[in-house]
T-cell receptor, first 110, second 111 residues
Framework: NAGVTQTPKFQVLKTGQSMTLQCAQD?????MSWYRQDPGMGLRLIHY???????DQGEVPNGYNVSRSTTEDFPLRLLSAAPSQTSVYFC?????????FGQGTRLTVV | GIQVEQSPPDLILQEGANSTLRCNFS?????LQWFHQNPWGQLINLFY???GTKQNGRLSATTVATERYSLLYISSSQTTDSGVYFC?????????????FGKGTKLSVKP
C-alpha cells in the first residue's frame, strides 16, 4: 500500500517550458488536491477534485491546470513555467476526513 | 476566508523539555489536523482531531471547537522532534477534503 505517490521528486525547468507533476493514490479516496509550499507561507491550495471528472480552483490556481480522469490519478500541469512557480508541491488525498500527503516535488524554474 | 494562526512561530527547547503549540482559527471547522514536517520536507500526520483530546506516546492534542483553538503538547522532547509543526483546518463552509494551513511553528530541540 503505497499511499500517495508523487513524481518527480526534483525538477529544474527553464522559463516558458511546460511539464506535468504526477500524483497517484491507491487508497480509493474521492478527494485529491494540490498545494504549494513557499518559505514562511505554509501550504496553499492550488486546485482540488471531489471525484473523477470534477475539479475546481483553490487559492492560487493561476498558471496551473488539472484534470481527473480516474479516481487514482490527479496530475498538475504547468503550462508555461515562470520563476514565481519555484516552490515545493504537495499532492494530498482523503475521504473527507484525515488527509494524506505525498513526499513532495521540489521545482525550480530558472 | 478562515484565518489559521499558530503560535509561537519559533521555539527552541533543550532535550527533555515540554512544550505547548497553539492553533487558533477564526470560523467553524469540520476537520482539524496536526502535521510534523521533518527536516527532509516530509509531512507526517500526527493527529486528526476536529474535537476532543487524543494522545499518541509523548504527543497529545486537544481541540476545543466551540472556542476555536487546538493545542499540541510535546512532552520529554527529543532531537528527532525538530521540524515544523502545522495545524490545518477544513472550513465548515468550504469544500470537503481541502485544508487551510497555518504558517507553522518551527521547533528546534537541542541535545
Amino acid at each position: 500500500n503505497a499511499g500517495v505517490t508523487q513524481t518527480p521528486k526534483f525538477q529544474v525547468l527553464k522559463t516558458g517550458q511546460s511539464m506535468t507533476l504526477q500524483c497517484a493514490q491507491d487508497m480509493n479516496h474521492e478527494y485529491m488536491s494540490w498545494y504549494r509550499q513557499d518559505p514562511g507561507m505554509g501550504l496553499r491550495l492550488i486546485h482540488y477534485s471531489v471525484g473523477a471528472g470534477i475539479t475546481d480552483q483553490g487559492e492560487v490556481p493561476n498558471g496551473y491546470n488539472v484534470s481527473r480522469s480516474t479516481t487514482e490519478d490527479f496530475p498538475l500541469r504547468l503550462l508555461s513555467a515562470a520563476p514565481s512557480q519555484t516552490s515545493v508541491y504537495f499532492c494530498a488525498s482523503s475521504r473527507g476526513y484525515e488527509a494524506f500527503f505525498g513526499q513532495g516535488t521540489r521545482l525550480t524554474v530558472v | 476566508g478562515i484565518q489559521v494562526e499558530q503560535s509561537p512561530p519559533d521555539l527552541i527547547l533543550q532535550e527533555g523539555a515540554n512544550s505547548t503549540l497553539r492553533c487558533n482559527f477564526s470560523d467553524s471547522v469540520n476537520n482539524l489536523q496536526w502535521f510534523h514536517q521533518n527536516p527532509w520536507g516530509q509531512l507526517i500526520n500526527l493527529f486528526y482531531i476536529p474535537s476532543g483530546t487524543k494522545q499518541n506516546g509523548r504527543l497529545s492534542a486537544t481541540t476545543v471547537a466551540t472556542e476555536r483553538y487546538s493545542l499540541l503538547y510535546i512532552s520529554s522532547s527529543q532531537t528527532t522532534d525538530s521540524g515544523v509543526y502545522f495545524c490545518a483546518v477544513e472550513p465548515f463552509r468550504g469544500s470537503q477534503g481541502n485544508l487551510i494551513f497555518g504558517k507553522g511553528t518551527k521547533l528546534s530541540v537541542k541535545p
